[in-house]
């Protein structure tokens, strides 16, 4: 059987003018898409309470281990040994590639986890090839169940490595095999042929100790597992163009028309242009959010439908964890000396972070589709009014407020407006959410709004035509925190995890100096998840902390053909 989509209902919204063509009739054959096989490399398998996990993700396109263009999500779970799901976030996947992390706070349990990860396209090929990751957490902050030690595990002990491991693909040397407390450290990579500098790798430099018992898993022991056995029973469409949210109106009872009506995603937490879908006839839709959410907190809206019951989101697919086997995990008394030295570091760090901070990357905006089309306003440039009808009337060309059955209407002045032709709402947008309620902007404080934008087009929106666009800002998006106090239930959705630029210490620059009375327990020093080379060779540097004894440089990736690399090398910190 082959399986077709047709794209208007995939991208579900189409922003055109009047004039142009509205819906793409371009089809998907689904069953010519292969599946999807993705790898996560991590910063280690065992970990304490107040520790991260840092994630470098890796996806693949079927058999030919070349980085996956499809997914632009990629779905990471953190699951317990009683099969339950402590830990959720979404990934951004840009050609293959993306990264994330991990924090486990105290309320987690010692014991063996599961990092779990696959996107929604890869749900349709069934979970045995989902990539599954053994974790240890171990929380001195909470008293265990039982105290076993670690000898009756000896697969365990058996995996505690101080190997070094080399590939012919990259080479990693360090400048110093011995150092001391806060000095640099220089790091070269070098790849062997182009398919190696075509790949892609992550780094990190982090102190190994007894606690190290579990072998952490390596890109070279990835065993590819691909399935083309699509299931089409319950198709679920990948998220090629962006995150996918999909929920559904539910209408009284014999109510009619549940089908093309058109609903509004509005994001109350960040300033960004609402997005629009349109219903089947059951009253579901789904929203295409090219420009990935990073806020939880939206306000759906239904446009010219009343009496609707419940406006639903749905949760993101899941598959089933009840088959995940796990093992027992006792700990050594033995090792108390050492879990709490690494605790009491790691709240040392957590103590001092504001002055170690990550830094998040903004994500590229998308303008608005209107954007140069309009003529904006800026209010503080003309003679204040006291009301935006004195505003509309007296600055606001092409824009004006008129008065039906009643209540006031914010209108903007197309060419069929003025011709007195067949009246369209105007798209009505203050502080990036849709605004229905005129009257509430009627009686808002003009002197709270910085400018107006006025687009005097036509526009379809799914199936809704408005007359023109007018896109309003207040002074700090005051006018949405007031709007969103008498507005319906704000609507929770699963937002993709920032992207950030982790924290890399430096000592001996005038910039740095403040860092030098700071205490420095660092047992991570270092972490690059997403490194291409530009060059045959590249060099990177990390300075070491007050911790001292043994550490790992761990190079882990694919080259640009799939093949895995995972180079490590070590050194020692002494007083």
Not at 20 to 40: A, C, F, G, R, T
Not at 215 to 242: H, I
Request: proline letters at 5%; a negative charge.
């Amino acid at each position: 059987m082959r399986l077709y989509i047709n794209l208007s209902v995939l991208l579900q919204l189409s922003m055109t003018f009047v004039s142009s063509v509205v819906w793409s009739q371009e089809k998907i054959d689904y069953n010519k898409l292969q599946s999807e096989e993705v790898n996560l490399q991590t910063n280690g398998a065992v970990f304490l309470s107040g520790e991260t996990v840092y994630i470098s993700a890796f996806s693949f396109l079927g058999s030919s281990s070349r980085p996956s263009p499809l997914s632009k999500i990629l779905y990471v779970t953190l699951v317990d040994d009683a099969g339950e799901e402590v830990n959720f976030q979404k990934i951004a996947m840009n050609k293959g590639r993306g990264n994330g992390d991990l924090f486990l706070g105290t309320s987690l349990k010692t014991g063996h986890y599961k990092l779990i990860a696959y996107t929604r396209w890869m749900l349709n090929f069934g979970k045995q090839h989902f990539f599954e990751k053994d974790l240890i957490l171990i929380n001195p902050y909470r008293t265990r169940e039982a105290d076993k030690p670690y000898s009756d595990y000896p697969e365990y002990l058996e995996n505690i490595s101080f190997q070094e491991m080399t590939s012919p693909y990259l080479s990693v040397a360090l400048d110093k095999s011995i150092l001391k407390p806060r000095q640099p450290l220089n790091i070269e990579l070098k790849t062997q042929g182009k398919d190696a500098l075509s790949g892609s790798y992550a780094l990190s430099v982090r102190k190994i100790d007894s606690l190290d018992f579990v072998k952490m898993q390596s890109s070279v022991e990835l065993k590819w597992n691909f399935n083309q056995n699509l299931n089409t029973d319950s198709l679920l469409a990948p998220e090629l163009r962006g995150a996918l949210v999909s929920g559904k109106l539910n209408f009284p009872v014999n109510n009619e028309g549940k089908e093309n009506r058109t609903v509004v995603l509005s994001f109350v937490d960040v300033d960004r242009t609402p997005e629009f879908a349109l219903t089947d006839d059951e009253g579901r839709f789904t929203w295409v959010l090219e420009e990935l959410p990073t806020s939880r907190q939206t306000m759906g809206v239904a446009i010219g439908v009343e009496n609707v019951c419940d406006f639903e989101i749905f949760e993101d697919p899941r598959p089933e964890y009840s088959d995940l086997t796990f093992k027992r995990i006792g700990i050594d008394r033995d090792l108390k000396n050492l879990i709490e030295r690494r605790s009491v570091a790691n709240q040392i760090e957590n103590a001092y972070y504001q002055f170690k901070p990550d830094t998040i990357i903004e994500t590229p905006k998308i303008r608005p589709f209107y954007i140069d089309a309009g003529k904006t306003f800026i209010l503080g440039n003309f003679t204040r009014f006291n009301t935006l009808k004195e505003t509309f009337t007296e600055i606001i060309q092409g824009g004006a407020v008129r008065i039906r059955n009643g209540e006031p209407v914010f209108k903007v002045e197309t060419s069929n407006f003025i011709q007195g032709n067949e009246e369209y709402p105007t798209l009505l947008l203050v502080d990036g959410i849709l605004v229905t309620n005129h009257k509430f902007l009627y009686n808002y404080p003009s002197k709270n709004i910085e400018r107006i934008t006025v687009v005097p087009e036509e526009y379809y929106l799914g199936p809704q035509r408005f007359s023109g666009i007018l896109d309003i800002h207040s002074f700090d998006a005051d006018f949405k925190r007031q709007y969103l106090l008498q507005a319906s239930e704000a609507l929770s959705i699963n937002p993709v995890a920032l992207q950030k630029k982790y924290f890399n210490q430096q000592y001996g620059g005038t910039d740095t100096e403040s860092l030098s009375k700071i205490p420095d327990y660092r047992y991570q020093l270092l972490w690059k998840p997403l490194v291409s080379l530009q060059n045959d060779e590249a060099s990177f540097n990390c300075y070491t902390s007050d911790v001292t004894g043994i550490f790992e440089v761990v190079v882990s990736g694919f080259t640009g053909s799939g093949q895995p690399v995972f180079v490590k090398s070590f050194f020692e910190v002494t007083n």
